[in-house]
């Protein structure tokens, strides 16, 4: 049975720093892509990061390039997002989250703005940036 677990968030101040993780059990990141998600209190789900388990590559939401950081272990099942500068408007509750994705599929551009793309979810980690 697929199952993703994260980890990793906390009360951080602005500017800060923190490292999300994200364990894969029950199918192989090869033939996914592993998107971050957050959503803030009344507000939608919205797509943060998204990157390939088959070619590394990489998709940012415009709010957060150049301040997070997306990668995987594909032998370790481990997708990990840190964060940098971090800034009051990231606080969020973080999802992890897997979608089937056959070589030649959807750009990541395309899969990491829909949650419906999406099969299995994890159950969220919250992110507090306040001073």
């Known amino acids: 049975q697929a199952q993703l677990v994260e980890s990793g968030g906390g009360l951080v101040q602005p500017g800060g720093s923190l490292r999300l993780s994200c364990a894969a059990s029950?199918?192989?990141?090869?033939?996914?892509?592993i998107g971050w998600f957050r959503q803030a209190p009344g507000k939608e789900r919205e797509g943060v990061s998204c990157?390939?388990?088959?070619?590394?590559?990489?998709y940012y939401a415009a709010s957060v390039k150049g301040r997070f950081t997306i990668s995987k272990d594909n032998a370790e099942k481990m997708v990990y997002l840190q964060m940098y500068s971090l800034k009051p408007e990231d606080t969020a509750v973080y999802y992890c989250?897997?979608?089937?994705?056959?070589?030649?599929?959807?750009?990541?551009?395309?899969?990491?703005?829909?949650?419906?793309?999406?099969?299995?979810w994890g159950q969220g980690t919250l992110v507090t940036v306040s001073e």
């Open positions: 989250a897997a979608a089937l994705r056959p070589p030649g599929g959807f750009p990541l551009s395309t899969i990491c703005v829909s949650t419906s793309q999406f099969q299995y």
């Open positions: 990157i390939s388990g088959s070619n590394g590559g990489t």
């Open positions: 029950g199918f192989t990141l090869d033939y996914y892509a």
